[in-house]
């Protein structure tokens, strides 16, 4: 559920460049955060996040204040982020040579976090994390970061992928698989035990949502 739905589609409807700075100021974040995850590269985040907001502002103004008040804000954001995802590979795939765009060091450690060394560790397991994501196919990664990234439900995965909620629920399902699967982040497990080994933690208790909700 989009809890800023309400109050920020009637800004929208009622003040279109009060309202887009609220939509910029509460969902920069999450849309960042699922290009990250995406491309794996920081460098590509900040420009794809830039696309999808001019991309975004440019249709809020071609809709009438009905159709902007009616806007789910993050499901739409993420389809438009999604689509301009998807327009940066396959520019990528038609430029043979190019990097892949892993930039590790460049992921940002939250500020609060324990201390140097700890956010090291933090920064090192979360590149695994990235580095794993990366290296799923599109049609597993999309659908893992938007529900577990994005934090959209299901049905507005679907929507965004345009394809039936049960399919989405099994690209999930053996996106996470992999995941666990990948050694990188068992090597979390294996070294840093339950307490420590947040990347595999969270791959953990994904799966065992997914499975739960699953089975209803």
Sequence with gaps: MD?????????LATDLDDGFTELVRTQAGTVRSVL???SG????????????????YSALRDYPPERRGQLQPRAWLLTIAANVWRNHVRTLSRRPGVADGI?????????????????ALDGARRARLVAALSGLPDHHRLPVVLRHIGELSYQEVAGILDCPVGTVKAQVSRGLAAL?????????????????????????EAARKERKEATG
Excluded: H, N
């Excluded at 985040?45 to 907001?53: I, P």
């Excluded at 930039?103 to 956010?119: F, H, L, M, N, Y």
């Design 3 to 11: 809890e800023t739905t309400l109050p920020l589609t009637e800004l």
């Design 36 to 38: 990250l995850r995406l």
């Design 41 to 56: 590269s920081a460098r590509d985040a900040d420009d794809l996040g830039q696309e999808t907001f001019l991309r975004a």
């Design 103 to 119: 930039e590790v060091t460049a992921i940002e450690v939250p500020d609060g976090s324990p201390g140097p060394e700890q956010r």
């Design 180 to 204: 666990r699967a990948e050694p990188g982040l068992a090597a979390d497990r294996t070294t840093y035990g339950a307490a420590g080994g947040t990347t595999a933690k969270t791959a953990r």
